[in-house]
């Protein structure tokens, strides 16, 4: 069974920082899949922030995170990451990371397998 579980959220002031984790389970982390990053602030819809792809370890980034945000995986722990800079009071939101095999969907409603998710609030 595929799981995933974040980590990483908290409060942090404008212009910081935070680095969320997702730990992943149930499929071979050097095998060929996606892992999604996708974020829901109160009262909007869900909106793609990036997509890692394993096949080739590129990142799709959304317009909102390009360059402010990076992945980057740990494949020792089944980990991927996603760095958050230059933190604005809009990018509050629930995180969530989700697989998909094998590559990157446009459809974000689409991702295999979700996790739980993980508090982001940035404080003016």
Not at 50 to 76: E, I, M, P
Not at 77 to 105: G, I, R, S
């Amino acid at each position: 069974e595929v799981e995933l579980v974040e980590s990483g959220g908290g409060l942090v002031k404008e212009g910081g920082s935070l680095r969320l984790s997702c730990t992943v389970s149930g499929f071979t982390f050097s095998s060929t899949y996606a892992i999604g990053w996708v974020r829901q602030a109160p009262g909007k819809a869900r909106e793609a922030v990036a997509c890692f792809s394993s096949s080739d370890g590129s990142t799709r980034y959304g317009y909102a995170a390009k360059g402010r945000f990076t992945t980057s995986r740990a494949n020792a722990k089944n980990t991927v990451y996603l760095q958050m800079n230059n933190l604005q009071v809009e990018d509050t939101a629930v995180y969530y990371c989700a697989a998909n095999f094998p590559y990157c969907n446009s459809d974000i409603l689409k991702y295999h397998t979700w996790g739980r998710g993980t508090q982001v609030t940035v404080a003016s």
